[in-house]
T-cell receptor
Framework: DAKTTQPPSMDCAEGRAANLPCNHS???????VYWYRQIHSQGPQYIIH???NNETNEMASLIITEDRKSSTLILPHATLRDTAVYYC??????????FGSGTQLTVLP | KAGVTQTPRYLIKTRGQQVTLSCSPI?????VSWYQQTPGQGLQFLFE???????NKGNFPGRFSGRQFSNSRSEMNVSTLELGDSALYLC???????????FGPGTRLTVL
């Protein structure tokens, strides 16, 4: 079973920042937080991952709380193409990912 | 660098038949994992192969099997197909270890 908790859906206005929360209260010290997204009927796309420090790449930023029990994925300027299901995953190894239900993000024009 | 490719993209079979799906990983990647995605169960891990050896296995019946070749390409086989096997089958590749997995577009299997 997935060990993370995410809201089932969120809306965001185009051009605004989308902030997607995730609770992972049972995360252990050697587990990373991974974020993937899946656009309808396509394969999941890797976005970003982190252990305890905040991370940023060309797609998004990942903010992890100091106690590591929650994190927020930030898409700084959401576009219509960012509409997708976003999955937050805690994994000790990237080899076996356990996906939950994710958050359906809808970017509105 | 080319991404993960899966063939075929779409497949229709009837109950009782068997099917083989193929996955070509990103060049240089030695780990291939397979996942099943259905509306009811979501994305579930099937198994992972690394250097031609199965390294991890999910909770699926023995009808689901796989293998990996020396060039890291992988095949997944499902025997005695059931209606409930209709799903999107995804493979993902990585260098191995703690490296990030990258997914292919999937094979949409429909069992009639």
């Amino acid at each position: 079973d997935a060990k993370t908790t995410q809201p089932p859906s969120m809306d965001c206005a185009e051009g605004r920042a989308a902030n997607l929360p995730c609770n992972h209260s049972t995360i252990s010290g050697n587990e990373y937080v991974y974020w993937y997204r899946q656009i309808h009927s396509q394969g999941p796309q890797y976005i970003i991952h982190g252990l305890k420090n905040n991370e940023t790449n060309e797609m998004a930023s990942l903010i992890i709380t100091e106690d590591r029990k929650s994190s927020t994925l930030i898409l700084p300027h959401a576009t219509l193409r960012d509409t997708a299901v976003y999955y937050c995953i805690e994994a000790g190894s990237a080899r076996q990912l356990t996906f939950g239900s994710g958050t359906q993000l809808t970017v509105l024009p | 660098k080319a991404g993960v490719t899966q063939t075929p993209r779409y497949l229709i079979k009837t109950r009782g038949q068997q099917v083989t799906l193929s996955c070509s990983p990103i060049s240089g990647h030695r780990s291939v994992s397979w996942y099943q995605q259905t509306p009811g169960q979501g994305l579930q891990f099937l198994f992972e192969y690394f250097s031609e050896t199965q390294r991890n296995k999910g909770n699926f019946p023995g009808r689901f099997s796989g293998r990996q070749f020396s060039n890291s390409r992988s095949e997944m086989n499902v025997s005695t197909l059931e209606l409930g096997d209709s799903a999107l089958y995804l493979c993902a590749s990585s260098l191995g270890g703690l490296d990030t997995q990258y997914f292919g577009p999937g094979t949409r299997l429909t069992v009639l």
